[in-house]
Every structure is written in structure tokens, then in C-alpha cells.
T-cell receptor
Framework: QKEVEQDPGPLSVPEGAIVSLNCTYS??????FMWYRQYSRKGPELLMY????GNKEDGRFTAQVDKSSKYISLFIRDSQPSDSATYLC??????????????FGSGTRLSIRP | ETGVTQSPTHLIKTRGQQVTLRCSSQ?????VSWYQQALGQGPQFIFQ???????GRGNFPPRFSGLQFPNYSSELNVNALELDDSALYLC????????????FGPGTRLLVL
């Protein structure tokens, strides 16, 4: 079983829709959760990070963590064509040297139709 | 403040050759991590350099090696290239070892024929 699982999509929604992107993880000891956005031919860009269960909001983006279900989500409200990108979840593993702590999901390709 | 830069942007090599990829870290960052991203996959950690020393390594063979220089720029070297080495190679820099706020470069796309 992979430590982090993410539906690869692709996901296509109309402009203005609410988008829900999800990841599951295997180890309940994981403690730090991140979402990255990656445009075509670019490196990943950190969108949001959170330590704890619950919601964290930043503009049109909300990150949600449910540690009891080992499930993390990213919601995008009022989606725009400029949100079209690949979204990667990432999780920090405890107990490793800081170097190898971060593991990424495989990414979900999102397309917002005008 | 300059961001993370990588060179070259694209590279084509043949099996068995060697390649060197370069990364300049963001101003003020002393930690550089290298990742391999295969098509349709998330980045996979190769190794990290902190103050010119290797500081942890992922599940990659020894033919993947690196260096960090006093100005904190870094190189990734891959010997005896294999077809499966074709991927986007990403460099990320951070201050100290805080990978939670690491900044990625645009990557070098390597194709091995």
C-alpha cells in the first residue's frame, strides 16, 4: 500500500464550480499536510499547509484534514480557468531525518472549463 | 529576491551516458533538495544537501550523486543513464531544513534514448 494515495483524475468542471480534491494516507502518525499546485512545465508551488485536524482557509482555498479517517481534502470555491493545473498533496513523515520526510501524492489533474 | 533556477531546461541523452544538472537556490536558502518526477507521478525525493553535506537520501542507487557548493548552489549527477531515468528533475531550496516551505525550480526535463 502506498503511503499517500491520490486520485489522478483528470477532473474537469465548469468555471465557478466548487472543486474537491482528496488524498488518503496510511500512517496515523503523519502530522503535517501540504497542498501544492503545479502548472504545466513548472515546478510545484506550495498553496497551503496545516498541522492539525479541521479546516484552514486562504481566500478561495480550504484545506481540510480528518486524522481519524486519514483523509485530506482541498476545496476550491468559485473556480477559475487559471486554477487549471495538477494539484499534489504532500505529507511529512515523523521519525525520519528532515531530508526524507516529505512524500507526495501522484497528483490530480484539474481542468476548469470557461 | 531571485527564485530557484535550474539548468538546462531540457536535455536528451543516450543510455549509458552521464549527465549533470544544476540548481541555484533562492537567496538566503542553504538547503537544497532534489526530486525526480516521472510523467503522471508526484515528485520522489532523491537527496538533500545542507551546508555542503548530504543530509539524507531517498531510495535511489549510488549512480545518483550530488554536490553543494559554498554559495549553496547544487549539482545532481547521474551516471550510466537508463531509459527509466527519463523524468523531470526538480530542485527545491529552503532555509535551514524546513522542507515545509521549500521553493521549487522549474525543473530539467531529461529524456534518455
Amino acid at each position: 500500500q502506498k503511503e499517500v494515495e491520490q486520485d489522478p483524475g483528470p477532473l474537469s468542471v465548469p468555471e465557478g464550480a466548487i472543486v474537491s480534491l482528496n488524498c488518503t494516507y496510511s500512517n496515523s502518525a503523519f502530522q503535517y499536510f501540504m497542498w501544492y499546485r503545479q502548472y504545466s512545465r513548472k515546478g510545484p508551488e506550495l498553496l497551503m499547509y496545516t498541522y492539525s485536524s479541521g479546516n484552514k482557509e486562504d481566500g478561495r482555498f480550504t484545506a481540510q484534514v480528518d486524522k481519524s479517517s486519514k483523509y485530506i481534502s482541498l476545496f476550491i470555491r468559485d473556480s477559475q480557468p487559471s486554477d487549471s493545473a495538477t494539484y499534489l498533496c504532500a505529507i511529512r513523515r515523523p521519525g525520519y531525518s528532515s531530508a526524507s520526510k516529505i512524500i507526495f501524492g501522484s497528483g490530480t489533474r484539474l481542468s476548469i472549463r470557461p | 529576491e531571485t527564485g530557484v533556477t535550474q539548468s538546462p531546461t531540457h536535455l536528451i541523452k543516450t543510455r549509458g551516458q552521464q549527465v549533470t544538472l544544476r540548481c541555484s537556490s533562492q537567496s538566503g536558502h542553504n538547503t537544497v533538495s532534489w526530486y525526480q518526477q516521472a510523467l503522471g507521478q508526484g515528485p520522489q525525493f532523491i537527496f538533500q544537501y545542507y551546508r555542503e553535506e548530504e543530509n539524507g537520501r531517498g531510495n535511489f542507487p549510488p549512480r545518483f550523486s550530488g554536490l553543494q557548493f559554498p554559495n549553496y548552489s547544487s549539482e545532481l549527477n547521474v551516471n550510466a543513464l537508463e531509459l527509466d531515468d527519463s523524468a523531470l528533475y526538480l530542485c527545491a531550496s529552503s532555509s535551514e531544513q524546513g522542507q515545509e516551505t521549500q521553493y521549487f525550480g522549474p525543473g530539467t526535463r531529461l529524456l534518455v534514448l
